[in-house]
């Protein structure tokens, strides 16, 4: 090896290191109680506390619930989330249609609102709609995302007009044309913009913060932010409770990982 690669293969192992070492200690504090995780010298091995952390977390903050809660919004809103998305960048990347640009630079632009403009707003609507508290507030404003769109249009443009012509020239109607011959192309991208939507949502603070009202309908966010008591707080717990956060979005990533990364070079090349 040259000098330069073990330059490189060192740099690139630190950087590992160091990107890889607050999740491996936010392992092992989930196994400590508060006053272990604030001792000095810290605890470098796992300990014992790792059930009753768990326990205290199910059973006195009702964090199941908040799971629950999660992986039925974030699943709901990623699966109806990628079909309108990819739905409007299959119209956007391969129908001509009377101000397509237009609606398109307004998509565009929307992209550059932080969330906090339209957050008073949603939460305006969700008051008249009789929806706060509800799965239908979390869900229904995160199904038309920009971004998602705008991925989507992107993709799909790499889509071979000849493709849905030869389609069409069999007898397939747009519907069949969409769903049996464009989605199973485009299967990288959607596996990216399913990341994405399920990141976004699982994540999601503020807004659920504002629209959810009882500690049975909150969601893991908003849960662990509940876990900070104003005199004193139960690391453990606290800490556990984020590592539970971690785990699905994980598991998510290294199913998905290899169409993400094709995902996200999907459009990037023009044939």
Wanted: aromatic share 12%.
């Amino acid at each position: 090896m040259t000098r330069l690669s073990v330059f490189l293969t060192t740099f690139i192992a630190l950087g590992a290191v160091i990107m890889v070492a607050p999740f491996v200690w936010l392992v092992i504090a989930t196994t400590h109680t508060t006053g272990e995780i604030f001792s000095t010298p810290p605890h470098l091995l796992p300990g014992t506390a790792f059930w009753d952390n768990l326990s205290g977390l199910f059973t006195e903050n009702r964090f199941g619930d908040a799971i629950r809660n999660s992986v039925v919004v974030s699943a709901t809103s990623t699966v109806l989330g990628v079909f309108i998305c990819s739905a409007a960048g299959y119209a956007f990347a391969k129908f001509d249609f009377p101000g397509r640009t237009l609606i398109f630079g307004v998509i565009l632009a929307s992209m550059t609102l932080p969330s906090q403009v339209t957050l008073v707003p949603l939460f305006q609507i969700m008051v008249s709609a009789g929806w706060l508290n509800s799965y239908p507030a979390l869900i229904l404003p995160n199904l038309a995302v920009p971004f998602g769109i705008f991925l989507m249009r992107q993709a799909m443009q790499g889509v071979p007009d000849e493709l849905l012509q030869a389609a069409r020239i069999d007898g397939a109607g747009e519907a069949r044309v969409f769903f049996q011959v464009v989605l199973p192309v485009m299967r990288p991208a959607l596996s990216a913009l399913a990341i994405f939507l399920f990141l976004g949502q699982w994540n999601d603070f503020v807004y659920p913060l504002t629209v959810l009202r009882t500690a049975d309908a909150y969601t893991v966010p908003v849960a662990l932010a509940s876990l900070q008591g104003v005199s004193s707080t139960d690391y453990g717990q606290l800490l556990t409770g984020t590592f539970l956060s971690v785990v699905p979005v994980l598991i998510l990533f290294l199913f998905l990982q290899r169409q993400f990364v094709a995902g996200l070079l999907a459009g990037s090349v023009k044939q």
